[in-house]
């Protein structure tokens, strides 16, 4: 086993290591029970809740809970647009970075309410440190937002008839505070103690080898490389994210930010085990959601190792892999393990140009975001599994001539209407959107040429990538797109919106209508959940309904591309 390979190797089983008992951590956070962190953070959340007017143990019911959720991101996307668009006068500004216009706020404020985090800007010169602030608050604000809508469906997947799933705030705030403050303030020190920089002031000079006079740009970057990775957010705090030297200055500290993508979608399955007392359970979906991340995984980073057939047909030795758009520090086999983990989450960092993977690494990428099954983002990611859940039950009680049960409570018309809604929502948004600028560009290519630096294949790839992206709320990009424009402003916009909400609404729905149903014990004629048999017919499900829907777009894309390469 080469040195790199058992590099990746290690971060995953330190991540698995890590999950297990951080799982266990959040379930007693959501259940109200005491940890250790108690004396020092309850009394901050009792600030919070003081200052809130919340009263944490009036407990609501799942439209209340939406409300909640679409409140909060209401009136802090109202607060975003105004500082976006006025960042020139106001303070915090050392570098005197402009504002944005109206149609980029629009498109980077839906972006970090939503954890997509795409970034239609760099955040060198597109933002000053007070934007940087506020998207890096927004960052605590999505993923605990996405946690606490998942914390109240595990509520409701217990075994008992109710209306009344704990209350969003509380789960809210504990999330931020008690989950995602104390972890991020371990890996901002961890990153500041390793080169990552974090104060306010503005450009720094140096000298070159060459004895040019370099700007280098800083700011308090350790403390929102942090958040951005535990809370699957992504957006880096400089342009080249993960990338840049100073978000991620060496191979250790790329082990750390990767393991933090990764660390809490896993640690949720496992809260779940604990929460509801069904441990089995938790471990066959850890199952079905890791086979699927190793189908993406495992042959990414050979192919990634393998190197380039396009530069190999030119006689051009590669000892060390595919290189283009690699960092040496990393090496291929890490930056394609990172490059997998980003997309099966709604993480979205980059530690290299995905736009340079070979073809079919970039079609695992796609695949991972187009699927968004496996791991997915911080509380969203189960949200989405749980939908074909949901199918999967329904089906198999078909199959075998009985009333769909799930945890003790019958699957309806109701719920398999709106669980069959979510599951093609995302299909139909990236393949609608992908049409219609594929259509533009085909049509006028003279007025539109400033989108593509590749056109083909490729170009399409590129074009798929970022509605794919949108809609997975994932943030990475195929960078080879001019993205910067008014269009793909607003219609990236309008994904991130619909991809965002939509999906929650509907789980939160269907939890809670299956709450209030009369609990059904189990029975011999049951169908168990907790097996592997189950676990393979959810796999199918997900194989079925999302990946093959993609066939024929990724045909067009980066399997052409592929065979055009051999």
Not at 194 to 204: A, H, L, Q, R, S
Request: some cysteine.
């Amino acid at each position: 086993m080469s040195t790199e390979i058992l590099g990746v190797v290690v971060m995953y089983l330190v991540t698995i290591l890590l999950a297990i008992p951080l799982g266990r951590y959040i379930a007693k956070v959501y259940e109200g029970q005491k940890t250790w962190l108690d004396p020092v953070l309850a009394p901050v959340d009792k600030l919070f809740f003081r200052a809130g007017g919340i009263h944490p143990e009036k407990e609501m019911n799942w439209k209340q809970h939406l409300l909640a959720l679409l409140t909060i991101n209401l009136v802090w996307a109202v607060f975003s647009m105004f500082i976006l668009m006025n960042m020139s006068w106001l303070p915090l500004n050392p570098d005197g970075n402009p504002s944005m216009s109206a149609d980029l706020a629009f498109n980077t404020t839906i972006s970090f309410i939503s954890n997509t985090n795409l970034q239609h800007y760099s955040g060198e010169t597109g933002v000053s440190y007070l934007g940087q602030l506020i998207l890096m608050l927004f960052q605590f604000i999505s993923a605990g937002a996405g946690m606490a809508v998942c914390a109240m469906v595990f509520n409701a997947m217990k075994e008992r008839t109710t209306e009344k799933l704990g209350n969003f705030y509380n789960y809210f705030i504990k999330s931020c505070t008690r989950i995602l403050l104390p972890l991020s303030i371990v890996v901002a020190i961890l990153l500041l103690f390793n080169g990552t920089p974090m104060t306010f002031k503005g450009k720094d000079q140096f000298i070159s080898m060459q004895g040019d006079t370099v700007n280098v740009s800083r700011g308090p970057a350790a403390a929102m490389v942090a958040i951005k990775q535990l809370g699957t957010n992504g957006g880096g705090f400089f342009g080249a994210n993960s990338a840049q030297p100073m978000e991620n200055p060496n191979y250790f500290t790329n082990i750390i930010e990767n393991i933090c993508i990764i660390l809490i979608p896993i640690a949720m399955i496992f809260s779940l085990g604990y929460m509801l007392k069904r441990k089995r359970l938790a471990w066959v979906i850890f199952a079905v959601m890791t086979a699927g991340f190793l189908i993406y995984a495992v042959p990414s980073i050979y192919l990634e190792m393998k190197g380039n057939p396009s530069i190999s047909h030119l006689g051009i030795s590669q000892p060390l892999g595919s290189m283009e758009g690699k960092e040496v520090r990393f090496g291929p086999a890490a930056s394609a393990y990172w490059g997998i983990t980003t997309t099966v989450t709604s993480n979205g960092s980059v530690n290299a140009m995905h736009d340079s993977f070979t073809p079919l690494t970039g079609m695992f990428a796609l695949l991972g975001m187009m699927v968004n099954d496996f791991y997915g983002g911080v509380g969203v990611g189960f949200l989405n599994f749980y939908i074909y859940m949901i199918i999967a039950v329904f089906i198999s009680g078909l199959m075998v001539g009985r009333t769909p049960e799930f945890l003790g409570k019958k699957i309806e018309a109701k719920e398999m209407k709106i669980a069959t809604i979510v599951a093609l929502l995302h299909t139909f948004l990236i393949l609608a959107f992908t049409a219609l600028s594929s259509h533009l560009y085909a049509h006028n290519p003279t007025a539109y040429a400033a989108w593509l630096n590749n056109p083909g294949n490729h170009g399409f790839s590129e074009m798929l990538y970022e509605y794919t992206s949108s809609s997975a709320n994932n943030g990475s990009g195929f960078e080879g797109l001019g993205d910067g424009v008014p269009f793909w402003n607003i219609t990236c916009g309008f994904v991130m919106i619909l991809s965002r909400y939509l999906p929650i609404i509907g789980p939160l729905a269907i939890a809670g209508i299956l709450a209030k149903k009369k609990y059904i014990p189990e029975s011999a004629g049951t169908l168990k959940t907790d097996t592997g048999t189950f676990g393979i017919m959810v796999f199918a499900v997900i194989a079925i309904i999302a990946a093959l829907s993609f066939f024929p777009a990724l045909t067009l894309g980066p399997i052409a591309e592929f065979f055009a390469s051999k």
